[in-house]
C-alpha cells in the first residue's frame, strides 16, 4: 500500500485532524466549547434544545418563523411507526436500555422507506425522524420494562417535556424540563468524540445514515465515553456518605483507578458544559431534596483538584448531569441514554457533513507481526 506521506502512529488518535466541521469549536486548554461559534453557556442559558439543533444543522440561528417551522417539523414525527410498540413488547424487559436503544433506531430504519435514499434534503428528512422519535423509544420501552401502559407523545410539548410525558405518564413541571431540556442543549455536540467519529467513518463508506447513528449509539455505551455519567451515579451510591469521600476517592487514585466523570481527552481545563451543569445541578438538588449527592459530589470535586488538576484532570459534562438526571427522576440505566438522545444532533450533523466531500476514512496499521512463515500441514503442527 502506498502512502503519500510517511505515516505516524498516534494511538487513540489524540493528536491527529481527522475532519473539518462548522459545528462546534472546542479549546481544550482554556475550557471553551462554541457551537456555531456561539458560547455554550450563552445558549444553555438563553436557547433550547430545539433552537440549538437548528443552529447546528444550519449553522445559524433562526428567526421566530424559522423555529416554529422547525419545530413544528419535529412533533410531526414525534410518534412511533406502526409496528414499533410491538417490536418493543417483544424485547426482554431485563434488557440494557442502550442494547434496547441501539436495536430499537436499528429496527426504525425498517419501517422509514427513505431509509437507503442518499442526498442531503432525504438526510435531513431521516435526521429530524431519528431525532423526533428516539424520545419515544426510550420512554416506552421503559414504560414497558416496568409493565406500565404505554403513553401517547404530546405534540404540544417540547422535546424535553415530551419525553418526561411518555417517560412518567404525568405533564413534568416548569423546572423539570428546563432541566432537562439544558442537559439536552449541552450534550447536543461535541467535536470528534468518539462516537462522532464512529459515525462519520460508517457514513464515509455511503452507508446510510441509520446505519451511523445505531455505529454511534455503540460507541457511545462505553464507560469511557458515554457512559461515564451512570458510572458517576454508582460511585456517589457507593461513597454512601460525605463523610466517606475522602478514604473512597483516595484508595481508588492509590489504585491508580479512573475516578468516572473526570479527566477529558481534549479538556485539560474545566469542561465548560459541567461549569453551568454544576450551578444547575445544585439548584435542582435543592429543590427536590437531593442535595446531599450534589455536597457529595463538590466533595470528590475538591479532593480530585487538591489530588490532580495538576495534570490536568478536571469534572467533565458526566460528572453533574448524573445528579441533575437522578434529582428529575430519571432512573440511573437511562442516563447514557439520555446523553445519546440529544448527540443524535451532532452525529447527524457530522454525517451530512461527512457527506459534503466525502472521502472514505481509511486509516492505515502498522504491521507489527512475523514476516517469512511456512505453511505447517497439520499433521506436523
Ligand atoms: C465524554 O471526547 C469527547 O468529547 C467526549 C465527551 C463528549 O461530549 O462526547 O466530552 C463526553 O465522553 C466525557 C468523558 C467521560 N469519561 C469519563 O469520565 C471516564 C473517566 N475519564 C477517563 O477515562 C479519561 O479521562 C478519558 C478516557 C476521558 C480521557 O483519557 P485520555 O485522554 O486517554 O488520558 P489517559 O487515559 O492517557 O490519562 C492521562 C493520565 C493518566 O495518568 P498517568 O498514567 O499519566 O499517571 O491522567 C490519568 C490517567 O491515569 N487520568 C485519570 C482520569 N483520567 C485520566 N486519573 C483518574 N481519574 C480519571 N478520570
Redesign the pocket.
Given at each position: 500500500m502506498s502512502l503519500a506521506t510517511a505515516p505516524t502512529f498516534d494511538k487513540?488518535l489524540?493528536n491527529t485532524i481527522a475532519a473539518e466541521t462548522q459545528m462546534s469549536f472546542?479549546d481544550g486548554g482554556k475550557g471553551v466549547l462554541e457551537y456555531v461559534g456561539i458560547d455554550i453557556d450563552a445558549l444553555a442559558r438563553n436557547s433550547t434544545f430545539e433552537e440549538t439543533v437548528y443552529l447546528l444543522w444550519n449553522r445559524r440561528l433562526p428567526s421566530r418563523t424559522e423555529l416554529e417551522s422547525f419545530t413544528a417539523d419535529l412533533r410531526a414525527e414525534y410518534e412511533l411507526p406502526g409496528g414499533m410498540l410491538d417490536l418493543i413488547s417483544k424485547l426482554p424487559r431485563d434488557a440494557t436500555p442502550m442494547h434496547a436503544l441501539r436495536t430499537l433506531v436499528s429496527a426504525l430504519a425498517l419501517h422509514d422507506a427513505e431509509a437507503d435514499v442518499e442526498g442531503a434534503e432525504a438526510n435531513e428528512r431521516k435526521a429530524i425522524r431519528l431525532l423526533a422519535k428516539t424520545p419515544a423509544l426510550i420512554a416506552n420501552f421503559d414504560r414497558f420494562r416496568k409493565g406500565k401502559p404505554f403513553v401517547a407523545s404530546d405534540t404540544s410539548l417540547s422535546m424535553a417535556a415530551n419525553f418526561l410525558w411518555m417517560l412518567n405518564g404525568a405533564k413534568p413541571t416548569d423546572a423539570v424540563a428546563k432541566a432537562l431540556d439544558v442537559c439536552l442543549i449541552l450534550?447536543a455536540?461535541?467535536?470528534?468524540?468518539?462516537?462522532?467519529f464512529a459515525g462519520r467513518v460508517t457514513i464515509s463508506t455511503l452507508s446510510d445514515l441509520y446505519s451511523a447513528i445505531v455505529t454511534a449509539i455503540g460507541t457511545?455505551k462505553g464507560?469511557?465515553?458515554?457512559?461515564?455519567?451512570e458510572?458517576?451515579m454508582i460511585m456517589l451510591r457507593e461513597i454512601g456518605a460525605i463523610e466517606q469521600v475522602e478514604p473512597y476517592i483516595m484508595a481508588?487514585?492509590k489504585a491508580?483507578?479512573?475516578?468516572?466523570?473526570?479527566?477529558?481527552?481534549?479538556?485539560k481545563a474545566y469542561?465548560p458544559?459541567a461549569t453551568y451543569l454544576k450551578t444547575f445541578a445544585k439548584q435542582v438538588a435543592t429543590d427536590t431534596g437531593n442535595l446531599s449527592l450534589y455536597e457529595m459530589s463538590r466533595r470528590i470535586e475538591e479532593i480530585?483538584a487538591r489530588e490532580?488538576a495538576a495534570?490536568?484532570?478536571y469534572p467533565?459534562?458526566?460528572?453533574y448531569s448524573a445528579t441533575t438526571y437522578h434529582s428529575i427522576g430519571i432512573d440511573l440505566d437511562l442516563f447514557t441514554c439520555m446523553?445519546a438522545m440529544s448527540?443524535i444532533a451532532?452525529w447527524a450533523g457530522h454525517c451530512i457533513e461527512q457527506l459534503d466531500g466525502n472521502r472514505l476514512i481509511r486509516p492505515a496499521a502498522a504491521y507489527v507481526g512475523p514476516h517469512g512463515q511456512p505453511y505447517v500441514a497439520m499433521q506436523e503442527r
Open positions: 487513540g489524540a472546542i450534550h455536540d461535541h467535536g470528534l468524540n468518539a462516537s462522532t457511545l464507560p469511557l465515553h458515554g457512559g461515564a455519567n458510572e458517576v481508588r487514585l491508580k483507578d479512573r475516578i468516572m466523570g473526570f479527566g477529558h481527552r481534549v479538556y469542561d458544559r480530585m490532580v495534570k490536568g484532570i467533565n459534562v458526566d460528572f446523553f448527540r451532532g
